[in-house]
């Protein structure tokens, strides 16, 4: 780091710059941005293309008085840079180290949290009817993406706003892209926008307040741009949004305001989100207007880095790259394939045998593996957009049609559309699968986006049925179970690689409800410990065994793979025969699959011990690794000793040490 950043500590040294040092420290930004994140991985397009939106920001308003809500607030480096963290940058994303998204235990200058799309627009809303409550004057700005826009609860949000204060500002990032390409009406609407003839008309009052700037540096530069109105205002962002008017609507029309104003929210631009001047003088207007308002600017994710202005899906979100190529380092050679990936090339396959099933995704073609089906098979491919809620409800449409409809969203994202699950699918018992990736872990990115909750609140639901494959063989086969089900089916699995067994080619169809011996007791007389490992932890619950087992202990391993219907026979023929019972999940211990058991154990007057292994009752923090956090919560073979020996009361100091974790 060095030059003008060094010396921005505070947001108040970005109002003591020059005009020609704000670029320079934009500039500056940018070098840090690709060098930090080429190792640690992050959101680099998204924060490229806010680098001048944050300084005039930080220009005008002042945090934290003032406040800032960042939709998702996966583009907030630079505001971190510049609120008092750049020392501490370097450790983004990293085990103790800043988070990647706004925390509001981080800095005071993070007003509002988040890491779910969609809600920034709510939330300022509500900051800013607080102020009018209190009789207070600060800004609430709100900054939100294009694709952020198709979210519902953003509608839900500007259709109060009006009703609700007079002083909202709103700045509504454009840049043609979600994590994919935007798509739908609203992007094509925002498209119209910029293509429509009259654009430049449309601020008059602004340009009268430009020409009543005092005269200085910035102020010469704006009157240019004032003689001009916002001709060519948008010239230099490159977007595609260059069509010919006439074509850009198909009924005949040309895009305005109209969205925004007829909710009574002023409407402003489009302006080109990289010059500093205009956005300096907007955002100053902006904060004399007695009304709320909307600035349309147009950025470029990625700008200034050609890799990410190349591709914009990968460096959305990217792992650590090559500064001078954007490469990833490439995968080992022979190392398993990625669920996702497996997922959508299991999709495929079935797809082709079966013409009711269709994919739907909402927005993350690449991160849940629907890319593989869009390519493959267009036709049976659905985005809606970052819309969780649609997606299931949409699902659930095409199930009364005879479709068998595969929804595929995160696990954290899903809990969006809990009410869509209950309501739509599970009361009406419709053949929707639901592909749920990320279950467990998203350890850079931490608590917004763990995916730990799923089986606890999926299992309270009449008519599920929930599945965890201990491997991508099995995953494989519980899709495909899935198929041939006429109720709402549910398969949960993490991030990642996966455990690298050979995939059949021919699927096959598993028995609802039906837990896996993967190996019995020996029966040799020594003490027993039945160990349930579900899913991903079932290859730890066998690691675990295999120790005992050297340990003196006579071991079982089962595969519950159902969290709903459980096994009830497995589950009580392996507890009564066991001294001890060790249930492992990669989920929240409170409600979830361990939960399961000891309600099942009550019913059944089975009354062997039972340890659960587990995440505790607490937002888990993020961290370099997913070992890293499973070790500091005792989620390892070393505790599992630990806690088993623990309970036969061989507790030595280390094993007490150890069980204190959990
Ligand atoms: C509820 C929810 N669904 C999906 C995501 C995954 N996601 C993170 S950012 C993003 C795209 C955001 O696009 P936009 O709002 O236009 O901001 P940009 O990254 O383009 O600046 C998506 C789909 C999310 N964070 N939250």
């Known amino acids: 780091m060095s030059g003008i950043l060094e010396k921005v500590d505070q947001p108040k040294y970005v109002k003591q710059l020059s005009l020609e040092q704000l670029r320079q420290l934009g500039e500056e930004i940018r070098y840090e941005l690709i060098t930090v994140l080429a190792k640690n991985g992050g959101h680099l397009g ?365 696990s954290t994202f899903l809990q969006r559309a809990y009410d869509c699950i209950h309501h739509d699918v599970c009361l009406q018992d419709l053949p929707v699968i639901f592909c749920m990736d990320r279950a467990g872990l998203s350890a850079n990115d931490g608590p917004t986006h763990h995916g730990l909750f799923d089986i606890s609140y999926l299992r309270c639901l009449p008519n599920v049925i929930a599945m965890a494959p201990k491997d991508e063989d099995e995953m494989q086969d519980m899709m495909f179970t899935a198929t041939h089900e006429n109720h709402p089916t549910f398969i949960r699995y993490p991030r990642g690689a996966a455990e690298g067994v050979p995939i059949k080619d021919q699927p096959k169809v598993l028995e609802i409800g039906k837990a896996e011996v993967v190996q019995n007791f020996s029966n040799t007389g020594k003490r027993k410990v039945a160990l349930f490992g579900l899913g991903n932890l079932n290859s730890m619950a066998r690691k675990a065994a295999a120790q005992l087992l050297d340990e003196g202990y006579d071991c079982a391993v089962i595969n519950p793979r159902f969290t709903k219907p459980l096994d009830a026979g497995a589950h009580e023929f392996f507890g009564k025969a066991a001294d001890l019972v060790v249930t492992l999940e990669d989920h929240a211990l409170a409600g979830g699959y361990g939960s399961a058991v000891l309600e099942l154990f009550s019913e059944k007057g089975v009354t062997t011990p039972l340890v659960r292994i587990g995440w505790p009752d607490q937002f888990i923090e993020h961290a370099s690794t997913q070992d890293e956090l499973r070790k500091r919560h005792g989620i390892t073979v070393e505790n599992i000793l630990a806690r088993v020996k623990a309970q036969f009361g061989e507790s030595t100091s280390r094993v007490a040490q150890l069980v204190q974790l959990t």
Not at 87 to 99: A, S, V, Y
Not at 124 to 138: H, P, S, V
Not at 225 to 243: M, P, Y
Not at 311 to 320: A, D, L, V
Request: charged content about 20%; aromatic content about 8%.
């Open 46 to 410: 998204p924060n490229l293309g806010v680098v001048e939106l944050t300084l005039a920001l930080h220009r005008v308003f002042e945090t934290p008085r003032d406040k800032f809500v960042w939709d998702v607030s996966h583009q907030v480096y630079v505001h971190k840079l510049l609120t008092g963290r750049k020392d501490r940058f370097h450790t983004i994303r990293t085990t103790d180290g800043l988070n990647g998204f706004a925390l509001r235990t981080e800095s005071p200058h993070d007003s509002y949290g988040a890491g779910h799309a969609g809600t920034a627009l709510s939330a300022a809303l509500g900051m800013a009817a607080a102020r009018d409550k209190k009789g207070t004057n600060e800004n609430v700005v709100c900054i939100f993406g294009d694709a952020a826009l198709t979210n519902g609860v953003s509608f839900e949000a500007l259709n109060n706003i009006a009703h609700t204060t007079k002083k909202f500002i709103g700045i509504l990032n454009d840049n043609e892209w979600s994590i994919a390409k935007n798509v739908g009406a609203i992007a094509n609407y925002l498209s119209k926008l910029i293509t429509h003839p009259s654009y430049n008309k449309l601020a008059k009052d602004f340009q009268g307040f430009l020409r009543r700037l005092p005269k200085g540096e910035l102020a010469l530069k704006l009157a240019h741009k004032a003689e001009e109105g916002f001709k060519g205002a948008i010239n230099d962002v490159g977007l595609s949004k260059t069509g010919n008017a006439a074509d850009s609507d198909g009924r005949g029309g040309f895009g305005s305001p109209v969205l925004f104003e007829e909710m009574g929210i002023r409407y402003l631009g489009p302006i080109d989100g990289h010059d500093l001047p205009l956005l300096i003088s907007t955002l100053e207007f902006a904060k004399t207007c007695d009304h709320p308002i909307v600035i349309h600017i147009l950025t470029q994710k990625g700008k200034g880095f050609d890799a990410a202005l190349k591709s914009p899906e990968k460096f959305h979100g990217t792992g650590p790259y090559d500064i001078r190529t954007g490469d990833s380092p490439p995968a080992k050679a022979g190392s398993p394939p990625n669920y996702q990936d497996v997922m959508g090339q299991t999709l495929v396959k079935l797809c082709q045998k079966d013409n009711t099933l269709v994919g739907i995704t909402a927005a993350m073609p690449s991160g849940t593996g629907l890319k593989h089906l869009e390519k493959a098979m267009p036709d049976r491919y659905y985005d809606v957009g970052i819309a969780e809620e649609h997606a299931v409800i949409f699902a659930a449409g095409m199930a009364t049609m005879g479709f068998h409809p595969v929804v595929a969203i995160y």
